[in-house]
């Protein structure tokens, strides 16, 4: 089911939503969810840079978290189909925060956020300044602003700052960035974000071959934050949401299940 949310600064929203499955399939999940009730958990999936729900990297993990919870996912601004400019991870925060509050007027008692890339430092900064979710999962994502040192993160930075980069991302990646570029003042940094969140239960999730953000990133956040945290450094994973397969949304999945159910009900 689709939906066009509208954002607390006014910019249209496209999202999507997936409901759980009604009964639990023992052949589809291995090991079985723990019993936190399928329909009580809803996971918000945001997306990175470029990316789009209607992408098939990005619709392939929401459907596969769709066997065992809820999913909403959508657009951030100036991406696919909803309105506005993208600034960079800064005002997006207002489109994660909209897709939350969805979430819970579909129902669904617990919320656990999951981000990729740009869209894990949205996660981080949503639920330290915003609150209102019952777990956040970071995937690839930076543990500082303005990160140049890859060949890929120079590319985003062009991207940003020129003229042509702006054209070039608008016309072929379909993802419309603010004249402004890199917003100032600058944002909360993420690892600053990861400090904040406890109690919340936070997983940072990080591959040692990412050409975006080396490892040090992940560890950035997780040294960052404060209990409950965890942090998988998984060998040979590269970046977000390219390089997230069946095996690891579904364990992704479980954590999320697990977190939620060690928590009291609302």
């Known amino acids: 089911m689709t939906a066009t949310l509208v954002t607390d600064d006014g910019v249209p929203i496209d999202a999507v939503h997936l409901p759980a499955p009604e009964e639990s399939d023992p052949e589809e999940l291995s090991p079985p969810e723990p019993p936190a009730g399928r329909r009580d958990l809803a996971i918000v999936l945001a997306h990175g840079f470029t990316q789009s729900w209607q992408r098939p990297m ?16 959508f657009d951030f601004r100036g991406h696919g189909r909803s309105g506005g400019l993208s600034t960079l991870g800064d005002k997006e925060i207002n489109d994660l925060d909209v897709a939350v509050r969805y979430a819970r007027e579909l129902g669904y008692a617990k919320v656990v956020t999951a981000g990729f890339s740009m869209g894990a430092s949205v996660v981080l900064r949503q639920a330290a ?20 040192e890859t060949e890929p993160m120079r590319r985003v930075h062009f991207a940003a700052e020129r003229r042509l980069g702006r054209a070039f991302t608008k016309h072929v990646l379909h993802t419309r960035i603010s004249p402004e570029g890199w917003p100032t003042p600058e944002p909360l940094p993420p690892a600053e974000a990861a400090a904040m969140i406890s109690p919340t239960p936070l997983l940072i999730i990080h591959g040692d071959k990412d050409v975006y953000f080396p490892p040090e990133h992940g560890k950035q956040l997780y040294d960052a934050a404060r209990e409950p945290k965890e942090l998988w450094l998984l060998p040979g994973f590269g970046h977000a949401e390219r390089h997230t397969d069946d095996a690891l949304t579904d364990r992704i999945a479980r954590w999320a299940a697990t977190a939620v159910a060690a928590q009291p009900a609302p």
């Open 58 to 73: 990005v619709w392939s993990i929401a459907k596969r978290f769709s066997r065992s919870a809820g999913v909403v996912t």
């Open 129 to 148: 300044l915003r609150r209102g979710v019952d777990a956040v999962i970071s995937v690839s994502g930076p543990g500082r602003w303005y990160y140049r």
